[in-house]
């Protein structure tokens, strides 16, 4: 079976096997049911290419990770602000929010992101309390619901700045899983593309006998 690369997009077969294949397709009644050689639509390949890149730029890494503790640490330092005692959560939560925003937090873009009310801060305080007293790098832990986990259970190990070295156990900006859809969407349009141009050019149709 020979392949042929000089114009891989008109055709990757040569000119015998392209002869060899129209005469099996217009040789095979299919049933009585006639099959025509048209090309794909070019808005449905345009869609087909949007789709993909908006799906990877929706579920880039950086944009699906999950909220870390070190986030909130200032929201929860002014849970207990004499400036919302007698406020209602969603006054409180307000103003904690508005307070944080305006002193310049540098967790300000990953806060507006991940979003989320009194009840949710009164969930992890304790936690968040616990880990700073423990000397723990917030960043470390990913916020669940109520329960604050490692980021990273494997980690990477890092100088402690003291000759030896310390895990660090930061999410990680590219996931594994990314690598992974990556190669399998190359796969898959690399396939449809070598499936497609091992027919004749679509500049060919078929007569069907007549039909």
């Not at 929010?97 to 002193?103: G, I, L, R």
């Not at 449809?192 to 007569?207: A, F, M, N, Q, S």
């Amino acid at each position: 079976m020979a392949w042929k690369f000089d114009n891989p997009l008109h055709t990757l077969c040569t000119d015998d096997q392209n002869e060899a294949a129209k005469k099996v397709w217009e040789g095979e009644s299919l049933g009585g049911i006639t099959e025509d050689n048209n090309r794909l639509p070019q808005p449905i390949l345009g869609l087909l290419v949007l789709t993909i890149i908006t799906a990877f730029l929706i579920t880039f890494p950086l944009w699906g990770q999950r909220p870390n503790a070190q986030i909130y640490e200032e929201y929860i330092a002014l849970m207990d602000s004499p400036a919302i005692k007698g406020k209602s959560d969603v006054e409180a939560m307000d103003y904690i929010v508005s307070t944080v925003k305006a002193s310049g937090s540098q967790w300000a873009a990953l806060q507006e992101r991940h979003p989320l009310e009194m009840d949710d801060l009164r969930l992890i305080k304790d936690a968040v309390i616990e880990l700073q007293r423990q000397g723990a790098d917030l960043r470390e832990y990913t916020v669940l619901g109520d329960r604050l986990v490692l980021a990273n259970f494997e980690g990477n190990w890092i100088p402690d700045g003291k000759g030896g070295e310390r895990r660090q156990r930061l999410q990680p900006w590219w996931d594994k899983g990314y690598t992974i859809d990556i190669f399998f969407i190359v796969i898959f349009c690399v396939a449809c593309v070598i499936v497609v141009k091992r027919l004749p050019d679509y500049g060919w149709e078929p007569t069907h006998h007549g039909h």
